[in-house]
């Protein structure tokens, strides 16, 4: 049998129903490779070790008395952006550095009530702002592929822990690319649901219209495990929505079932010269253009459309997200919230140093562009503006959606950059130029791996679906990946033994 942790969820649940091995067992094998490779990625920001020990084993005793949750003691970790009662939840901050939740995140729980077991917190950029996970106030995040690469962000620590053999599936979040991204620079499969899919209570917030929670895995497959018992209407959230309720695993059981020799015959993927400008990275365009023609000879057509100015949809992002942010993270004052200044001479002094001290530059900058496009005299030239060019990249949308079921792009211009290549922050905004249109959208989107470049970092290729489809992208990754084995590629961590 190959390593455990070679193992895709679906044979690792087998396993258990087999009795090939137990969960203790495979809790023990992923928490030995943290234990004696994690210095070298630094993807953990807290361990719950010992608490995981504990649960699989009642897991395996809820087992033997015929309890059958399908996900009952897998492992898993979470971002540490979701509120763990009891644990410290940090965000990637030193203004959270000492906040122990009280509560559960509304996912959190639904995984746990799923069986399923957290082995920790995973590393971040700090309040989810970045894209190489170098803001975060726990250090940087090594890419499990190439050590001295990132492994992108902010979900930077949740793909590095699973690229790297630690954890099987990990939870995160994308607010303008954050699951997607680090996907693709790991090698990685990872989805970012609709907007209102899943439950924001207890999930930090950044930029609120457009965070959303979602899955990372090796394969499509993996994710739709993962994001099953994370997905539907939370009255805790006035923007959850109630939506049927699909059965993700069993779509793309149904979907390999019914798939002939041809079984993207019928499904039109858009593609838009947009997505293929300048910025793009050679090696990139050549395996997501690759891997399009492998699509089309397993059936799918090719069709032209147009979407937004992907430097317009970046100009509007990076107008709206930090207004949004501005706003969220008015509420860490030094009085409520974590960390608290030295000797406040006075109340404004105590704002002012806590905040100072607790937010790193990233943030402080954010907080700066926020506050201004919000600010009296400038919030219709900038703010107002930015939401009616919201409202176009909508219906941009919708329009290319009119000759087309899927819309495919790279999901960033370039495969991992390295930590040295320290680029400034519009360098960095940059590589968010195919993502972040999706998240303004509230639309469903999906990356998978496509390829290597010729230093063997992986590629990833995106996937647009309409509202509410992410099951239709989840088979169509799946069934590529029926007949692909980029999904099954090891990062150079994952290859090592412990
Ligand atoms: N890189 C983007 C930003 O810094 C997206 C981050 C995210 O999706 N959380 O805003």
Redesign the pocket.
Known sequence: MSEIHHLSTQQLIAGLQNKQFSSLELTEHYIKRIDALDSKINSFITHTSQTALAQAKAADEMRAQGDNRMLLGIPMAHKDIFCTQGVLTTCGSKMLHNFVSPYNATIVSNIENAGMISLGKLNM?EF????DNSSSYYGTVQNPWDLERVPG??SGGSAAAVAAGFVPLATA??????IR?PASFCGLTGIKPTYGRVSRFGMIA?ASSL?QAGSLGHSARDCAYLLQPMIGHDPRDATSIKHDMPDYVSDLDEAVANAGDKPFAGLRIGVAKEYFGAGLDSEVEKSVRAALSKYEELGATIVEVTITDPEITLAT?YML?PAEASSNLSRFDGVRFGYRCEDPKDLIDLYTRSRSEGFGPEVQRRILMGTYALSAGYFDAYYTKAQKIRRIIIKDFEDAFESCDVIASPTAPTAAYKLSDDLDSAT??L??VY??GV?LAGLPSISQPVGLTSEGLPVGLQLIGKHWEESKLLTTAHLFQQHTDHHLQHSLIAKQSV
Do not use: K, V
């Not at 989810?128 to 894209?131: K, L, T």
């Not at 979040?173 to 954050?178: A, H, K, L, P, Q």
């Open positions: 950029d989810a702002m970045g894209s962000g902010s979040s994308d607010t303008g690319g954050s991204q950044y965070d992002y997200a960095m905004y590589g968010d993502t972040i998240n």
